[in-house]
């Protein structure tokens, strides 16, 4: 059951839904995908990096043309 609530996180479902799709806590969902990421590997993280990125969205937000609607 463990396994299979974390696969479902790893899919995008969100912990609540994840509870009542297995009849558990949602809590009890997050300490299992919690314990599940606490024995991964740590991140390789590059010493030197020539590229960088930036996320669009502020790119799109800052010029929007149209107001808020609500």
């Known amino acids: ?12 479902t969100n912990l609540r839904r994840i509870g ?3 009849g558990v806590d ?3 969902v997050a300490a299992w995908v919690q314990r599940h990421s606490d024995g991964l590997p740590v991140a ?3 010493q030197d990096s020539a590229v960088a990125e930036m996320d ?3 790119t799109f937000v800052e010029s ?7």
Do not use: D, N
């Open 44 to 46: 390789p993280v590059p």
């Open 20 to 22: 009542r799709l297995l």
């Open 64 to 70: 929007k043309k149209t107001s808020s609607t609500s």
């Open 26 to 28: 949602h809590m009890t």
């Open 1 to 12: 059951m463990h396994q299979r609530a974390v696969q479902f996180y790893l899919e995008g």
């Open 56 to 58: 669009e969205l502020f």
